[in-house]
């Protein structure tokens, strides 16, 4: 190996460490921070009771006018949104965000009456003649999902500093250390495993450490499987001495 592949490689090598760093911070933040943030603040507001007094932490039920709806179903520049107005202390006005239009968004026109649930100066819910629809903001169960992300965030960490060790060991760019080869499968592939564990063990309603105690173990069997067979075959098309 020339001198000059050995620098090539070094810095590749480093180049593709600091990169990682990308990934994996993102993955600390999910599993340090957000998540237990999301988790919190959903049994906080599992646990609340209606209010009886001055207060945030409580659910305050609350009378609403409609100003308008916004119903948008047009791809990424969807919007479901209703203004909102009401008197009373406390009191709070302005715009509602939902994630579909459904069941009761399209059905509002402007003055109506609704009732609101409000947590923590948030509207969590809108319910008119016994329809109730969640607003975007009500806080929900979704920690495997969440999972899901951390996970795959800190398998793509993984595979970059793979493929770092490769470059600093002198291998990289050579096969099967290439994108076409390893990296590309094994990026799809963890993509792929990450949204298979996390969304059956949401609709199922299993822990959230199931999407990386199984994600995890089952990623990096199949990137040992699929190296073994990339080396057997370099070695099975090489010619014969």
């Known amino acids: 190996m020339t001198e000059t592949a050995t620098g090539w490689g070094r810095w590749t090598g480093a180049y593709l460490i600091v990169v990682s760093l990308i990934p994996a911070l993102v993955c600390g933040?999910?599993?340090g921070a957000w998540q237990p943030s999301d988790i919190e603040r959903y049994d906080a507001y599992t646990a609340a009771a209606?209010?009886?007094a001055d207060g945030d932490d409580c659910l305050r039920t609350l009378?609403?006018?409609?100003g308008k709806t916004v119903v948008k179903d047009t791809g990424r520049s969807a919007r479901y949104e209703a203004t909102l107005s009401g008197p009373g202390a406390p009191s709070w006005d302005g715009i509602v965000r939902f994630g579909d239009p459904g069941p009761l968004l399209d059905r509002l026109v402007p003055g109506d009456r609704v009732t609101a649930v409000v947590w923590r100066g948030t509207v969590t819910a809108v319910?008119?003649?016994g329809v109730r629809q969640?607003?975007?903001d009500e806080p929900r169960d979704e920690a495997q999902m969440t999972a899901g992300l951390g996970t795959f965030?800190?398998?793509?960490?993984?595979?970059?500093?793979?493929?770092?060790?490769?470059?600093?060991a002198g291998h990289g760019g050579q096969e099967p250390w290439?994108?076409?080869?390893?990296?590309?499968?094994?990026?799809?592939?963890t993509a792929v495993t990450c949204v298979g564990v996390a969304f059956p063990a949401l609709l199922i309603g299993l822990p959230w450490w199931v999407v990386p105690a199984v994600a995890v173990p089952f990623v990096a069997y199949a990137a040992r499987q699929l190296h073994r067979y990339r080396v057997r075959g370099l070695t099975d098309s090489s010619p014969a001495p």
Do not use: M, N, Y
Not at 63 to 66: I, L
Not at 153 to 168: E, M, Q
Not at 178 to 189: A, D, Q, V
């Open 63 to 66: 009378p609403f006018t409609v």
């Open 50 to 52: 209606p209010c009886t």
């Open 153 to 168: 965030a800190g398998l793509v960490a993984a595979l970059g500093l793979a493929f770092a060790a490769a470059s600093l």
């Open 29 to 31: 933040f999910v599993f």
């Open 178 to 189: 290439t994108w076409r080869s390893l990296g590309r499968p094994l990026l799809i592939g």
């Open 134 to 136: 969640a607003s975007a």
């Open 127 to 129: 319910a008119k003649d």
